[in-house]
């Protein structure tokens, strides 16, 4: 039987109950209703007391969070979507993100931030939030693409002494299958090479991590390798995969979902400009999405954001300078 995305979150999630307890979960219709997405579906009938129902505040949701984790405590909080997560803005990165700095005292929470678009969500519903909260010291910042990750890193979040942003991309949720997770899973903070390659390298994560392989595959017809890099987190960002890998390609593309002004892609062109300058045959380029609000209607959402054909027509650019 197949493993989804999100059935890798829930596994996760019971299996991290079932193992410690200091875990316990809190969010907005996460018990007897299983959560927006079923991500907690049965799990407050197998821990009546560890699965909790919040009000609907945000910003109470990460205060009570944080006294939680400063008290021994490990939540993990459910934000239905992660773009209402800036509601609670000002306590993940004020305090939470600072805390251990100003006290000693650390805050383990980690905070489920459902993220990115699907057809017809718009603009309220679909944004990608990683760069806000990986532009704060304190915060560590993951971003799954595969099932196996969507699990192991969620597991390895939890073990953090720090405030962690869970980012789970919802388009993933039940079109990402796999018949088995990894036994073991790569540590957070460390990139993987999805796709090995000669002629140029895509760095990217989260659900662009697919739309990459499928532009891969499209090169490949031409007679082009192009590797594809997973960052798996991008606060840590692991430029030694990054650069280890233009090495090997001489170009570079950067690639996201957010909104193309700064963020994760202008973060790895720049450092690697900085610490790669001697390897590029050509000048980084970046993809991402429109810089406009997220559309609702599905043929319009796919045009805001990179799609196969759009990274092809971007990495025949840089492969013809």
């Not at 519903?125 to 993951?142: A, F, I």
């Not at 962690?164 to 460390?190: A, N, S």
């Not at 697919?210 to 840590?236: C, F, N, S, Y």
């Not at 570079?252 to 610490?275: K, M, N, Q």
């Amino acid at each position: 039987m197949s493993v989804t995305y999100i059935d890798a979150i829930h596994r996760a999630q019971q299996e991290l109950l079932r193992e410690r307890d200091d875990v316990f979960l809190y969010g907005q219709d996460i018990g007897a209703f299983g959560g927006a997405f079923k991500a907690t579906k049965g799990l407050q009938e197998e821990f009546p007391e560890r699965v909790l129902d919040s009000p609907i505040s945000e910003d109470a949701m990460a205060g009570m969070a944080i006294g939680a984790a400063i008290s021994g405590m490990k939540p993990i909080v459910e934000m239905q979507f992660a773009d209402f997560g800036s509601i609670a803005f000002n306590q993940i990165v004020n305090y939470a993100g600072t805390h251990f700095y100003r006290t000693g005292i650390p805050v383990p929470m980690t905070v489920r931030m459902p993220c990115g678009g699907t057809p017809g969500s718009g603009p309220f519903h679909s944004q990608m939030v990683e760069t806000l909260y990986g532009h704060y010291p304190g915060v560590v910042v993951v971003t799954p693409a595969t099932v196996s990750d969507a699990y192991h890193l969620l597991k390895q979040s939890v073990e953090l002494a720090d405030p962690v942003i869970y980012c789970e991309h919802k388009f993933l949720y039940r079109w990402l299958k796999t018949e088995k997770i990894d036994d073991e899973g790569l540590p957070l903070g460390v990139a993987r090479i999805t796709r090995p390659g000669k002629h140029a390298t895509v760095v990217t994560y989260s659900a662009m991590v697919h739309e990459a392989v499928r532009a891969a595959d499209q090169m490949a017809k031409e007679g082009w390798e192009i590797e594809v890099v997973d960052l798996r987190t991008v606060k840590p960002l692991d430029m030694d995969t990054v650069i280890a890998s233009l090495a090997r390609t001489g170009r570079l593309l950067a690639l996201g979902e957010g909104f193309p002004w700064g963020g994760v892609t202008s973060e790895v062109v720049s450092r690697a400009i900085a610490d790669g300058f001697h390897l590029l045959d050509a000048p980084p380029m970046r993809l991402n999405a429109k810089d406009s609000p997220i559309p609702y209607h599905p043929d319009l959402w796919a045009a805001h954001r990179p799609t196969p054909e759009s990274i092809v027509q971007k990495l025949r650019e840089l492969l013809n300078f």
